[in-house]
């Protein structure tokens, strides 16, 4: 029954916040994009600074080996994009010669099959996958100690997950026009949230020494994506109003993120 009970949480907190996002993401807030990628970058960072990165450092783990782990993280994402955009690079090389084209002047050449990768998606369903895992596996634990404690659990996951779910979306979706791609890809990295709570019910008190990396590793993944690719299309020159409106959307997910991270860590 304890096992049953955790999956279901786990489904409901890790695949029923991707399609609350894509609601809000896709739905009526769509037309309103850079408003959007403003609160998206603000709720991953305040997820990474105000949720995940302090429960880690609430652990018995040392404050040195959890910097070192979010340095090293910080790091693999970089690098993880630099492989990912050389090889785009490489399949777009292997197949220009095979690929129609067409001419737009200027000697540029558009090749309609193969669109660039959005900077930052490995990295962001990288982080959100060992994110939702570490959600499991708490969710696990709530179960176990307590069923009402465990439905608490997976419904403050759900709440506190739809501002990054709609940044991981805003992510994906930029620069490409599959939406169903994008929902399809969180989603897949939200389900992991069931694995997570599967491994946790088997193996929860090994796991739990381990719990803390995997926030920080989370934690690099959400700064490197908001830090280098959503505040850089943020960037531009913009009229003190339109600024103000950014700045205030910045400042409404970092918010979310607070008041969400507090009830659940209230509960």
């Keep these: 029954m304890t096992l049953v009970a955790i999956l279901m949480g786990t ?9 609350l996002a894509a609601a809000l993401s896709f739905g ?35 404050a040195k080996d959890l910097f070192l782990t979010l340095l090293l993280g910080l790091v693999f994402f970089f690098l993880l994009d630099k492989a990912e955009l050389w090889h785009h690079g490489h399949e777009h090389h292997h197949h220009s010669d095979a690929a ?28 959100d996958s060992v994110h939702c895992f570490g959600d499991g596996i708490l969710i696990a634990s709530a179960f176990m100690a307590d069923m009402r404690l465990g439905a608490i659990a997976s419904l403050a996951v759900l709440a506190h997950e739809v501002p990054h779910h709609m940044g991981d979306l805003m992510v994906l979706r930029s620069g490409a026009r599959n939406k169903r791609m994008a929902l399809v890809k969180v989603s897949l990295a939200g389900a992991v949230t069931a694995l997570g709570g599967l491994t946790g019910y088997w193996l929860v008190d090994l796991l739990q020494d381990y719990l803390p990396y995997f926030l ?36 409404v997910g970092m918010g979310m993120v607070a008041v969400l991270s507090g009830l659940a860590h209230g509960h």
């Design 11 to 19: 489904l409901i907190a890790g695949i029923g916040s991707v399609w």
């Design 28 to 62: 009526a807030l769509a037309r309103y994009t850079q408003h959007m990628l403003s609160l998206a970058a603000g709720a991953l960072m305040a997820t990474a600074f105000m949720h995940l990165l302090p429960e880690a450092f609430e652990s018995q783990a040392a």
């Design 100 to 127: 129609p084209a067409h001419s737009h002047g200027h000697g540029t050449v558009h090749i309609h099959e193969h669109t660039p990768p959005q900077p930052g998606s490995w990295a962001i369903l990288t982080g």
């Design 216 to 251: 920080v590793v989370a934690s690099s993944s959400f700064v490197y994506v908001a830090l280098a690719d959503l505040i850089p299309q943020l960037q531009k020159r913009l009229t003190l109003a339109e600024t103000a409106a950014q700045v205030t959307w910045l400042v």
